[in-house]
């Protein structure tokens, strides 16, 4: 059983910065993709970005220009580093791999951005 931990999660002011991990219990380089996803009390799981087993990164709208994914392949590790922080970017981060036999997912970690 794959098992994918988030952490980084905690209160920041707007305008601030936040890096979020996610450790897999395994090779990263088994999944299609390693990325993230953000949802909101009552509302569906939204995709904020990932990152392909040969590198490539895809962002939605809303966040490009102001996170940015990276990997530890050592470390089994994905990164998300949030800069320029708004309010609207508050909800769960819950982090996704994606494989032929289906999608894991972590816990989450809460980001509250708020004055």
């Known amino acids: 059983q794959v098992q994918l931990v988030e952490s980084g999660g905690g209160l920041v002011e707007p305008g601030g910065s936040l890096k979020l991990s996610c450790s897999v219990s395994?090779?990263?380089?088994?999944?299609?993709?390693v990325g993230w996803y953000r949802r909101a009390p009552g509302k569906e799981r939204d995709f904020v970005a990932s990152i392909n087993v040969g590198g490539s990164t895809r962002y939605t709208d809303y966040v490009q220009g102001r996170f940015t994914l990276s990997r530890d392949h050592a470390a089994n590790t994905v990164y998300l580093q949030m800069n320029s922080l708004k309010p609207e970017d508050t909800p769960g981060y819950y982090c996704?791999?994606?494989?032929?036999?289906?999608?894991?997912w972590g816990q989450g970690t809460q980001v509250t951005v708020s004055a």
């Open positions: 996704q791999a994606n494989r032929l036999s289906g999608n894991c």
């Open positions: 395994e090779n990263i380089f088994n999944f299609n993709t």
